[in-house]
């Protein structure tokens, strides 16, 4: 009881220092966690995290600031305040306080062109290939330090650039998210062309992330308390399902950098 009493007790103090509404980002390319379309923030991340906020007596305003660099950065130098889902390493955790409790468990797997599939037992068989990832992407300090010297990286804005990227053949692999490499290959229309390989390269984990410091850290075990019990009731599963339903349903986008791949 007294534990709760000091977590409303901060819920309220936070809420006089914020007369303004919160101001929440996302990765603008990553269903049905998150992702832009029509200028807006979607998906289960920027829903969710408005709902535990709201709950809290918060307003959170969502933000499409572009490329996922500039949505971290936005929060990182507090002209924002919340990323509604980022994994944690650890410089990431010199910067933002993430809550315990994840919102999403992410297996990563490697997505190539079907007819330039390759065996990927373990990360040497990826030495010297060429590797599309998007600007401000991390899937641990192993992989990004193995990137950095063993690959050939190269660095786009959206994700539909860095899928066309691979089937126009500019890279050997892209990887992302199991289930958002899925969503995306199909919204575009590459099922008979792009295929993801078996092995995991990793998992992730994906958690919400105020900035370090910042006021709301301490409303941090609040929305660590809901979002167990939204695991416990399904409604998280749930809700990841409807939103990839969602996605599909949407048209692709153009993309300016379409142009520049032709």
């Given at each position: 009881?007294?534990?709760?009493?000091?977590?409303?007790?901060?819920?309220?103090c936070a809420l006089q220092a914020h007369a303004r509404d919160l101001i929440a980002c996302g990765?603008?390319?990553?269903?049905?966690?998150?992702?832009?379309?029509?200028?807006?923030?979607?998906?289960?991340?920027?829903?969710?995290?408005?709902?535990?906020?709201?709950?809290?007596?918060?307003?959170?305003?969502?933000?499409?600031?572009?490329?996922?660099?500039?949505?971290?950065?936005?929060?990182?130098?507090?002209?924002?305040?919340?990323?509604?889902?980022?994994?944690?390493?650890?410089?990431?955790?010199?910067?933002?306080?993430?809550?315990?409790?994840?919102?999403?468990?992410?297996?990563?797997?490697?997505?190539?062109?079907?007819?330039?599939?390759?065996?990927?037992?373990?990360?040497?068989?990826?030495?010297?290939?060429?590797?599309?990832?998007?600007?401000?992407?991390?899937?641990?300090?192993?992989?990004?330090?193995?990137?950095?010297?063993?690959?050939?990286?190269?660095?786009?804005?959206?994700?539909?650039?860095?899928?066309?990227?691979?089937?126009?053949?500019?890279?050997?692999?892209?990887?992302?998210?199991?289930?958002?490499?899925?969503?995306?290959?199909?919204?575009?229309?590459?099922?008979?062309?792009?295929?993801?390989?078996?092995?995991?390269?990793?998992?992730?984990?994906?958690?919400?992330a105020v900035r370090k410091g910042s006021e709301l850290e301490a409303l941090l075990p609040e929305?660590?308390?809901?979002?167990?019990?939204?695991?416990?009731?399904?409604?998280?599963?749930?809700?990841?399902?409807?939103?990839?339903?969602?996605?599909?349903?949407?048209?692709?986008?153009?993309?300016?950098?379409?142009?520049?791949?032709?």
């Amino acid at each position: 009881m007294k534990r709760l009493l000091a977590l409303l007790l901060l819920a309220g103090c936070a809420l006089q220092a914020h007369a303004r509404d919160l101001i929440a980002c996302g990765h603008p390319a990553y269903p049905p966690v998150s992702w832009v379309a029509g200028g807006e923030l979607r998906g289960l991340a920027p829903t969710l995290v408005r709902e535990l906020f709201a709950e809290l007596g918060l307003t959170v305003r969502l933000e499409a600031f572009g490329n996922w660099k500039r949505c971290l950065q936005e929060v990182r130098e507090g002209r924002a305040d919340i990323v509604v889902a980022a994994y944690r390493n650890r410089e990431r955790e010199r910067q933002f306080a993430f809550s315990a409790h994840h919102l999403v468990v992410d297996p990563i797997v490697l997505f190539v062109r079907r007819d330039r599939r390759f065996v990927f037992d373990d990360w040497e068989d990826l030495r010297g290939r060429s590797v599309g990832l998007l600007l401000g992407d991390s899937f641990g300090e192993r992989f990004d330090r193995f990137a950095e010297t063993a690959l050939r990286v190269e660095r786009v804005s959206t994700g539909r650039q860095n899928m066309r990227k691979l089937v126009l053949g500019r890279i050997d692999f892209m990887p992302i998210g199991r289930e958002s490499g899925r969503l995306q290959r199909r919204q575009l229309g590459y099922d008979d062309v792009v295929e993801a390989l078996p092995q995991p390269l990793v998992t992730e984990y994906y958690h919400v992330a105020v900035r370090k410091g910042s006021e709301l850290e301490a409303l941090l075990p609040e929305i660590d308390l809901r979002l167990s019990a939204l695991h416990a009731d399904g409604s998280i599963a749930r809700a990841l399902q409807a939103h990839a339903e969602r996605y599909l349903a949407e048209p692709p986008e153009a993309d300016a950098g379409d142009e520049k791949l032709d």
